[in-house]
């Protein structure tokens, strides 16, 4: 969507918390508008309705689910996230987080309260899952097929982790599993199909927050299925409800875990 300048410099004054939001509510609305170019009237009056008393409680939704942009036709995504984030939307809208939010916050309802899921298609993270409270990635695990291997190198060169060398006495790549990322560089770069994918699938971290106590998600080890995150996203809801009292993040509610242990 093209945006004026005056829109444009308009949007760079809004509260950096709600500016993301406010352009993703003021496009919705100019394109059901039927305009093709977001207009300064346009932000402002987006920005008097956030902005204003309780305005905002009314666009919290209690969740957010971002994805990285890997589905408009990223080279480097290893595995699409569309379907798991419709998936994982499902799951949040059957669990009425606004309706719970209201019952345990005091006050208006505001979006930092809400359950971030950040999704990215490769492990270059570029939605950056890992200061989610639910970070995804989509991965691959590489392994070698029955085809012969031409000792090209491509795939060692391709390997930004340095996870693979090559055997000439066996002609073989060798690939070092506690080095790889699952990023599948080295399968799509392999002329003869001796590198292959052996499964297909997702990291997920949990808790992770940036704010006045930063901390990273940790991983919850191994390449988990599309029907075993959204097991983890439910058992993650379950223990959310059930602790937060105040409507605490569910990344704030690990890190208090953290140090009790
Ligand atoms: S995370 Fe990977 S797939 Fe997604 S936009 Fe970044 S590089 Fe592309
Ligand atoms: S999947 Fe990525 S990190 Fe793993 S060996 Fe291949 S190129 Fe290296
Ligand atoms: S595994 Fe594939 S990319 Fe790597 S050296 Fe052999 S043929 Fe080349």
Redesign the pocket.
Known sequence: MRWSREAEAAIQKVPFFVRKKVIQRVEAHVMQSGKAQVELSDVDELKKKFLSKGGMEKEVKGYEIASCFGGSGCPNAANPVARLAADLEKIFERENLPGFLKSVVKGDLKFHHEFRVSLSECPNACSRPQIADIGIMGVVL?GISGEACSLCGSCAE??D?G??TLDTKIQRPI?REPL???????IRVCPTGTLTGTQKGFRVMLGGKLGRHPRLAMEVPGIHSHDEVLAILKNCLKFYKKTSKKGERFSHLLSSLDQIR
């Open positions: 590489p391709a390997c982790e996870a693979i690939i790889c990322l699952n990023c599948a560089k080295c």
